[in-house]
């Protein structure tokens, strides 16, 4: 199975660059577009809570797919439980984004929780306990997911093979271009913080938030395509694993007939 889909080729991710600027210059529209934008239940939030969604709803039939095919494709266990892990991952994240529906259904948040969370919200990421705690506030647990996940795993396996051959066995690996939308996206927040955070005066919602919503709305996108590319590489090892099959059965059926 060649290269020859679209996340593989240089226009997407010149597209996707473009998308990432475009998002960050938004923080300087004015006050209209930042409430249109921003607050919670819009645009930017919307965009990354379905993505993660989808997401989930893609990693889940990775592993549905990886687990009938197991015992042909010699799937490991633990990779597996990284497919699975990689959807109930997701799915939580969409969850947690929309305070699992609590403001679409209208639901009020228990009071022992409520006195807990620093947003007055149903979900378990805001919470003070994670909050007050530089290592386990989301922000962190989040990043290192996506650097060891997109950045690390890919630029270690596309560097040195022996450890691509041992860690394939284990977990997916994806392609080192879709880390570096990853790190594209980190710096151009670094970047927008150094050129909007004065000019950004809007009363609407704080401007930490608001980078911080696009910020994540755009890692959140990603997921999509990163799930993508664990299928494709999913399907090209089910593809080798059918074909090494079928070459076998030729083999076979050849040295029987010589032997005949």
Same mark, same amino acid.
């Given at each position: 199975?060649?290269?020859?889909? !679209? ?9 996707? $660059? %473009?998308?990432?600027?475009?998002? +960050? $210059? $938004? ?9 249109? #934008?921003?607050?919670?239940?819009? @645009? ?16 889940? +039939? ?9 015992? /042909?494709?010699?799937?490991? !266990?633990?990779?597996?439980?990284? @497919? ?12 947690? =984004? ?32 994670? =909050?007050?705690?530089?290592? #386990? ?8 997911? !996506? ?27 994806? +392609?080192?271009?879709?880390?570096? &939308?990853? %790190?594209?996206? @980190? ?8 050129? +909007?955070?004065? *000019? ?17 709305? /755009? @890692? ?10 664990? &299928? ?6 089910? $593809?080798? *694993? ?19």
């Amino acid at each position: 199975m060649d290269k020859s889909k !679209w996340y593989f080729r240089t226009p997407f991710y010149v597209i996707m $660059t %473009l998308y990432f600027v475009l998002g +960050y $210059t $938004t923080l300087g529209w004015g006050e209209k577009w930042a409430a249109i #934008l921003f607050p919670e239940d819009h @645009y930017f939030e919307n965009v990354g809570a379905i993505s993660l969604f989808v997401a989930a709803g893609i990693s889940f +039939y990775i592993f549905v797919r990886a687990f009938q095919n197991r015992k /042909n494709a010699q799937i490991h !266990w633990l990779k597996l439980l990284v @497919y699975l892990g990689l959807a109930g991952l997701y799915f939580f994240g969409g969850g947690e =984004e929309i305070s699992w529906g609590q403001r679409i259904f209208h639901i009020s948040e228990p009071a022992a929780l409520a006195s807990q969370n620093t947003q007055d919200e149903l979900n378990i990421h805001n919470l003070k306990f994670f =909050e007050k705690n530089k290592l #386990l506030k989301a922000d962190t647990i989040f990043t290192v997911f !996506w650097m060891a996940f997109a950045v690390i795993l890919p630029a270690g396996a596309l560097l040195f093979k022996p450890f691509k051959e041992f860690a394939a066995r284990f977990t997916p690996i994806v +392609y080192w271009g879709i880390g570096a &939308l990853f %790190l594209i996206n @980190y710096f151009l927040a670094k970047l927008a913080k150094t050129i +909007y955070e004065k *000019a950004y005066t809007w009363p609407v919602i704080p401007f930490p938030q608001a980078l911080q919503e696009v910020k994540e709305s /755009n @890692y959140e996108l990603m997921f999509v395509f990163l799930s993508l590319i664990v &299928l494709w590489d999913l399907n090209r090892s089910l $593809t080798e *694993a059918k074909q090494t099959s079928e070459q076998g059965t030729v083999g076979r059926l050849a040295f029987g007939s010589q032997k005949k």
